[in-house]
């Protein structure tokens, strides 16, 4: 198992920029592939971006495609997203999740690590 604690939510104004980290602690970090996540009120949870360990290969939805990057840092243990050009149509609760899957991972069923969570919301 390992351990998952997000950061970096915030409220923004639309267009603006965020950085989100999570900090992982336990199992060894590198030979997880990492993934973000987020839900909005009253809808599910809804897949955002993923980072292999392998390659750090990545994958995002294509609602964040351009605006989203993911990144990590196995030495820090921690896996960022930065999010530019903020919508009100990102604000949400995000997570992030570790997986012991090799490859890009989409699917929610896949990922057996979660953090608690971060908010994020958008005003327009």
């Known amino acids: 198992q390992v351990q998952l604690v997000e950061s970096g939510g915030g409220s923004v104004q639309a267009g603006d920029s965020l950085r989100l980290s999570c900090t992982a602690s336990?199992?060894?970090?590198?030979?997880?592939?990492m993934g973000w996540f987020r839900q909005a009120p009253g809808k599910e949870r809804e897949f955002v971006a993923t980072?292999?360990?392998?390659?750090?290969?990545?994958i995002y939805a294509d609602s964040v495609k351009g605006r989203f990057t993911i990144s990590r840092d196995n030495a820090k243990s921690t896996v960022y997203l930065q999010m530019n050009s903020l919508k009100p149509e990102d604000t949400a609760v995000y997570f992030c999740?570790?997986?012991?899957?090799?490859?890009?991972?989409?699917?929610?069923?896949?990922?057996?690590?979660w953090g608690q969570g971060t908010q994020v919301t958008v005003s327009s």
């Open positions: 999740a570790a997986t012991g899957y090799l490859g890009r991972v989409v699917q929610a069923g896949k990922y057996d690590n």
């Open positions: 336990g199992r060894t970090f590198s030979r997880y592939t």
């Open positions: 980072i292999t360990w392998s390659d750090n290969s990545k």
